[in-house]
């Protein structure tokens, strides 16, 4: 059984950093394309980050130039690194995994997800 298992979250002040990890288990061998998105109190899933196969990775526009996305494949394990957090960042994180090699934030391509961990950032 397939499960993905994200950890890291918190609350922080506006400025500062955190780093989310998403560990796969019940696999065998490391996922073709994983991503990270999010959902705000009353708003809908967005996607935030993707890396694909090659290691090809791609960002959502609020997002970009703060926070990278990497993943290793020798303990498939996601790592999302957000730095500069905007209170606009806090949502629930969920990491999930896509069958497609290339990189996606379209939800409808991933086929596994966690069960999300909280992140808060106050001003």
């Known amino acids: 059984q397939v499960q993905l298992v994200e950890s890291g979250g918190g609350s922080v002040q506006a400025g500062g950093s955190l780093r989310l990890s998403c560990a796969a288990s019940?696999?065998?061998?490391?996922?073709?394309?994983m991503g990270w998105f999010r959902q705000a109190p009353g708003k809908g899933r967005e996607g935030v980050a993707a890396?694909?196969?090659?290691?090809?990775?791609i960002y959502a526009d609020s997002v970009k130039g703060r926070f990278t996305i990497s993943k290793d494949n020798a303990k498939n394990i996601l790592f999302l690194q957000m730095n500069t957090l905007k209170p606009e960042d806090t949502a629930i994180y969920y990491c999930?995994?896509?069958?497609?090699?290339?990189?996606?934030?379209?939800?409808?391509?991933?086929?596994?997800w966690g069960q999300g961990t909280q992140v808060a950032v106050s001003s």
């Open positions: 890396i694909g196969s090659v290691g090809q990775t």
């Open positions: 019940g696999v065998a061998g490391s996922w073709p394309s």
């Open positions: 999930a995994a896509a069958l497609i090699p290339g990189a996606t934030m379209s939800p409808r391509s991933f086929v596994h």
